[in-house]
């Protein structure tokens, strides 16, 4: 892994680089993580409009939903986009459940390299800015890579959540 990454807000000057990534994540079976990756980037304008379009209070159409930030792990050199993290600023009930403050991925390609930990140490830098003192994570049971990088990084779980599908999440919350 290059020491050279950074956490960067989507802008089209990642156009290429994002639709590969976007590509990766397609061309392989898992879930994608997070979910704002699932958005369809054929009309790139119209997808960047849908990460910046809920991520202050005042944005938001559903009140049901949280206002949430994401950002792109790239490389500085390359300007490869390898992972994407979704901040959530606050909780709602399912979010505190089963899908925590922050959803996070790295493209299939790239696993196993290091890149998890180090997306989930910037964002936790920026999570501690935001003025939030706890953060909630959540992985799927078994899921052990996530689980090891969460208890990296001062991961203290708390309790298993079973959802509605079946699937259980393990939660951890993280204190500054």
């Not at 079976?29 to 960047?48: A, C, G, H, N």
């Not at 986009?81 to 790239?110: D, F, Q």
Request: charged share 30%.
């Amino acid at each position: 892994m290059s020491n050279s990454v950074e956490l960067v807000k989507p802008s089209a000057a990642y156009k290429k680089e994002y639709l590969s990534f976007y590509e990766d994540w397609m061309s392989d079976e898992q879930d994608i993580t997070p979910w704002v990756v699932r958005k369809d980037p054929s009309d790139f304008d119209s997808m960047l409009e849908f990460l910046y379009a809920e991520d202050t209070e005042e944005k938001l159409q559903n009140k049901s939903f949280v206002p949430h930030s994401t950002y792109w792990l790239t490389d500085s050199y390359s300007k490869k986009v390898v992972g994407a993290v979704n901040i959530r600023h606050r909780l709602n009930e399912k979010l505190l459940n089963s899908g925590g403050h922050i959803g996070y991925g790295i493209r299939p390609s790239e696993r196993r390299k290091g890149y998890a930990s180090v997306l989930l140490a910037l964002t936790l830098e920026i999570t501690r800015d935001m003025g939030l003192n706890k953060v909630l994570l959540v992985c799927d049971k078994g899921n052990v890579a996530s689980e090891k990088t969460i208890l990296k990084h001062g991961g203290q779980f708390e309790s298993e959540y079973v959802e509605d599908n079946g699937n259980v999440v393990r939660r951890f919350w993280i204190f500054f």
